[in-house]
């Protein structure tokens, strides 16, 4: 999960400006960036620190109120939203329809089929993936369902975000699918698409053969997704 979420990650100066700004998450996890009024001093610096608590708080306050006019608006269960999906799927003749279907009523039956999705916590999201019993591209599918399934009820103004997308797998949690199924092209092959490929999609192709990402994943890949320090996305 992004333990950023609704805290400043920095105090920076913008030259165009010379003023200091906060640099934070918000409730969905984008990175933003907030004017403090302040002129870019030495002790103005100091000065922006000790404010970021209460800072922070309004942005705590803000999420739980926008939350709160959300749910008591739109009560409708999991199980709703589930099957929304389901239809989305099967009307765009989607070649993992069937699959992902399953899957849902899965998710649906551990988390109950009559729970509202603002009820469900990110530790709850934790604990689901932790006891699956599968390799890590199973859960991956899991979560492309399960962020789905959540977008459905956020479009519905059921939540305020999408707290799904926050969830990563532990680092410690290898890959172990066997390397024939995770390489369909041949390297010479990748090379040759790549190659002869524009400049837009010469990029996308890199990104989805480099890290064997699905489509989906590729065009919904975020920069918080990426630990820089790590190495990992």
């Keep these: 999960m ?13 030259e165009s400006t010379g003023k200091l700004y906060f640099e934070f998450f918000d409730s969905n996890g984008k990175k933003k960036q907030k004017s403090t009024k302040l002129k870019d001093t030495k002790e103005n610096r100091k000065e922006a620190w000790k404010l970021v608590p209460k800072f922070e708080q309004r942005l705590e306050k803000e ?7 959300l749910v008591e608006i739109q009560a409708r269960p999991l199980l709703y ?3 929304k999906y389901s ?18 009523m899965k998710i649906v039956e551990f988390f109950g089929a009559d729970t509202i999705p603002a009820d469900i916590t990110e530790l709850d999201i934790e604990e689901f993936f932790e006891q699956l019993p599968w390799t890590r591209d199973t859960k991956s599918e899991y979560k492309v369902v399960l962020t789905a399934v959540f977008e459905k009820a956020r479009k519905d103004r059921a939540i305020p ?3 799904v997308k926050q969830f990563s797998f532990p680092d410690n949690e290898v890959q172990i699918t066997p390397e024939t199924t995770r390489m369909p092209f041949s390297v010479e092959e ?3 698409l790549i ?3 524009d400049r837009r999609l010469k990029n996308f192709l890199g990104i989805g ?3 064997g990402l699905r489509i989906e994943e590729t065009l919904g890949l975020m920069e918080q997704d990426i630990q820089f320090e790590n190495g990992t996305i």
């Design 2 to 14: 992004n333990e950023n979420i609704n805290k400043v990650t920095s105090v920076f100066s913008r």
């Design 63 to 69: 999420a739980r109120e926008k939350k709160d006019k």
């Design 81 to 83: 939203y589930g099957k």
């Design 87 to 104: 239809e989305s799927l099967y009307n765009s003749e989607h070649t993992k329809a069937s699959a992902h279907t399953g899957r849902m």
């Design 161 to 163: 975000a999408n707290i």
């Design 190 to 192: 990748m090379k040759k």
């Design 195 to 197: 190659r002869n490929a």
């Design 209 to 211: 053969f480099h890290l």
